[in-house]
């Protein structure tokens, strides 16, 4: 029996023995399949093929909800799941906001180009995944790749419901990354580069090698800027990091749980008017193309911030309903996971000003940040953690800068924003699109 048959196969027996019961349920089933290799002194220090599979159930009964899941797809076991799972719904508190609502949508990702074929030789990848390691060794001053490797990902995943919703997605996913550690004159320092495609000959592998090495070339004689306030231009998965940190203030489940400083306001100026946000369901060279929700809705576009105004918040159908809105289909929910609320792909809008005009003057690029999260409170917007980068002016970098601290506030930071770049670059994941975005001032502790 192939793979996806015996996964169909489990979540009609799931539905069924839970409707048998009298509940209403969805199931989620996924199996997987990895291969990853890294490299030590030019030899291969890791070669790992894994196999996943994992079922879930959430059910829903006389308004009580609990989930289960099984790593095993035997009939005793599905059976012993559904009642593990109708068991601990007896013991929940009553959630009359959870439903299953989704009726009876047939939905398959139909965007071929992210299942592509995997047409590379074993050889070909082994050899990348040696050239990652020994190339950077072969740098004048480099010391070593601490950290490299290559990696390849597939994934079925399933969802049905007792309302006679279903859905299907295949994806396939190839990475490579990279480090480079400098060790010179007593100093050292070292960058990361990474690239994800959906083909093997899609990565960049020689692109990163370089990236990563030069990077750790220019930061290693970094020193502190003098304390003071600077404008800041992040680069790109820098400034997706930052984002990150403070993403639940698009939350409608924060919002619910009345810890989102934006819950009441919708509709109000939140940020300069240069800053366009939206949460996009698929983007061209995209990472996070889903056809379909944790709940089995159709994904589309949501429009968050629109000219610095809040237009509206991420949804699954339970948070909609709280706050009596229309579901933005943002459900998140693994085979293993509750209901909560995900993004797909955020892009910030291209706004007007040329590179030129985001690069005039004095101001530092930030290209390596430390401690993002644990240095960031989500309610308050503050922020503080280390960075490095570079002291610019008139879009050259005049010197390098290390071990400084970078602090402010974030929902002051998206209010005084100088500019905004005229063509949007995706980050090296392809779950983040942005221009790049001059920042007015932050604080920075230096020397």
């Known amino acids: 029996m192939s793979e996806m048959k015996a996964l169909e196969q489990a979540v009609e027996q799931v539905l069924e ?20 290799l890294k490299a030590d002194q030019g030899e291969l220090s890791e070669y790992k093929v894994t196999a996943s599979q994992v079922i879930g159930v959430r059910v829903i009964k006389d308004e009580h909800v609990a989930i289960s899941y099984s790593e095993s797809l035997e009939p005793s076991n599905l059976e012993q799941m559904v009642a ?29 180009e992210i299942f592509q ?61 990279t480090t480079a550690l400098i060790d ?12 994800v495609a959906r083909r093997f000959d899609g990565l960049s592998p020689d692109k990163i090698i370089n990236d990563a090495y030069e990077m750790a070339d220019a930061l ?22 930052v984002l990150g940190a403070f993403g639940s203030c698009f939350s409608g489940e924060s919002a619910k749980r009345g810890i989102n400083p934006w819950r009441d306001k919708v509709g109000e100026q939140v940020a300069s008017p240069l800053l366009t946000f939206t949460d996009v369901a698929y983007m061209k060279n995209g990472h996070a193309i889903k056809a379909f929700d944790g709940e089995g809705f159709v994904t589309g576009d949501t429009p968050l911030i629109q000219d610095g105004k809040l237009i509206g918040m991420l949804h699954n ?43 005039a003057g004095e101001y530092l690029e930030l290209v390596e940040l430390q401690g993002v999260h644990s240095g960031a409170d989500a309610i308050s917007g503050e922020f503080s953690f280390g960075a490095s980068g570079f002291l610019c002016r008139d879009g050259k970098r005049i010197r390098p800068v290390r071990g400084i601290t970078v ?17 949007v670059i995706p980050n090296y994941d392809g779950h983040f699109f942005a221009p790049l975005i001059r920042f007015a001032r932050l604080s920075v502790a230096g020397k």
């Not at 693994?334 to 809008?349: E, F, M, Q, Y």
């Open 407 to 423: 602090a402010g506030n974030f929902y002051k930071m998206i209010k005084e924003i100088d500019a905004v770049g005229n063509t």
């Open 117 to 177: 074929e995997d047409t590379a030789t074993p050889e070909q990848k082994i050899e990348l995944a040696l050239a990652l390691e020994g190339r950077i060794r072969e740098k004048p001053l480099a010391k070593s790749a601490p950290y490299n490797g290559y990696s390849e990902n597939s994934a079925v995943t399933l969802l049905g419901n007792t309302l006679g919703s279903r859905c299907s997605h295949q994806e396939r996913t190839f990475s490579c990354y």
């Open 317 to 359: 159908s339970a948070t909609a309903a709280h706050f009596g809105v229309t579901p933005t289909a943002n459900a998140g929910r693994s085979a293993k996971g509750t209901l909560s609320v995900a993004s797909r792909h955020d892009v910030i809008s291209a706004g007007t000003s040329s590179e030129a005009e985001i690069t």
């Open 17 to 36: 023995l839970a409707a048998k019961r009298g509940a209403q349920a969805d199931v989620i089933a996924s199996s997987g399949e990895s291969f990853s």
């Open 220 to 241: 290693l004689e970094g020193e502190p800027v003098e304390t003071g306030q600077y404008a800041v231009v992040f680069a790109q998965d820098c400034l997706n990091e």
């Open 184 to 195: 010179h004159n007593g100093k050292q320092a070292m960058h990361i580069a990474a690239s």
């Open 84 to 112: 593990q799972a109708l068991t601990n719904a007896s013991y929940t508190k009553k959630d009359p906001l959870q439903k299953i609502r989704a009726e009876g949508l047939t939905i398959r990702t139909e965007h071929s």
